[in-house]
T-cell receptor
C-alpha cells in the first residue's frame, strides 16, 4: 500500500546511545518532514526536506541530524540520546511544500530514553 | 511568533449530536489552515485544508470555517458517530510553509 513507512514502532535507548529512525515513502513526494509529539503540546517540526539533497532545520533541530539522498528516504539520526528526547516521532510527506494535496503521516515511533 | 490554541482539550458528547471544535491562532498572516485527525497509536490523517482566501471547506459530514480577522477556525461535525472518536488537531501554515500546531481536542462520541 502506498504511504509512509516508519521503523521501528517502539524503541528504548540508554542515555548517550545513538540511533536512526527510518522513514520511507513510495508516492514520489518531494516534501518530507520529521515532527515530535509530546503530551499536551502540538507537533513540533524537527527537520524537513523539499527534495533530494536538500534539508533544513525546523523549530527543534538540536540533537538530531537528517539526510535526503533519495526522494524516497528521509532518516532521522539521534546523535547522543537524552531523556528530553523521549517522545513520539512522526514522519510526514507531501507532494509539495505547501501541502495542497494533503499530508501523509507515518504511524509513528515511540522512543523512550532512560 | 504564531501560536495555535485548541479549546477544550477534551470533549464527550452523545452519538447523533452536531458539534463544533475550536481553533484559534495569534497571527492572521497564514498561508492556510488545516485540520487533521489522529487515532490512538496511528499517524495523522488530513481532513480539510482552507486556503487563506477561502472562508470554508466541506467534506461529507465535516465543515471547516476560517475567519482570519478574528484568528479563528472551527470544525463542525454533523450527526456524530462513535467512529468519529479521535483527537482532532488544527495547524496554521505560515508563509514559509511551516505548520504550527495546536495541542488537539480529544473527542469521545458515546453510543
Amino acid at each position: 500500500n502506498a504511504g509512509v513507512t516508519q521503523t521501528p514502532k517502539f524503541q528504548v535507548l540508554k542515555t548517550g546511545q545513538s540511533m536512526t529512525l527510518q522513514c520511507a515513502q513510495d508516492m514520489n513526494h518531494e516534501y518530507m518532514s520529521w515532527y515530535r509529539q509530546d503530551p499536551g503540546m502540538g507537533l513540533r517540526l524537527i527537520h524537513y526536506s523539499v527534495g533530494a539533497g536538500i534539508t533544513d532545520q525546523g523549530e527543534v533541530p538540536n540533537g538530531y541530524n537528517v539526510s535526503r539522498s533519495t526522494t524516497e528516504d528521509f532518516p532521522l539520526r539521534l546523535l547522543s540520546a537524552a531523556p528530553s528526547q523521549t517522545s513520539v516521532y512522526f514522519c510526514a510527506s507531501s507532494l509539495s511544500t505547501g501541502g495542497l494535496g494533503g499530508y501523509t503521516f507515518g504511524s509513528g515511533t515511540r522512543l523512550t530514553v532512560v | 511568533k504564531q501560536e495555535v490554541t485548541q479549546i477544550p482539550a477534551a470533549l464527550s458528547v452523545p452519538e447523533g449530536e452536531n458539534l463544533v471544535l475550536n481553533c484559534s491562532f495569534t497571527d492572521s498572516a497564514i498561508y492556510n489552515l488545516q485540520w487533521f485527525r489522529q487515532d490512538p497509536g496511528k499517524g495523522l490523517t488530513s481532513l480539510l485544508l482552507i486556503q487563506s482566501s477561502q472562508r470554508e471547506q466541506t467534506s461529507g459530514r465535516l465543515n471547516a470555517s476560517l475567519d482570519k480577522s478574528s484568528g479563528r477556525s472551527t470544525l463542525y461535525i454533523a450527526a456524530s458517530q462513535p467512529g468519529d472518536s479521535a483527537t482532532y488537531l488544527c495547524a496554521a501554515q505560515d508563509s514559509n510553509y511551516q505548520l504550527i500546531w495546536g495541542a488537539g481536542t480529544k473527542l469521545i462520541i458515546k453510543p
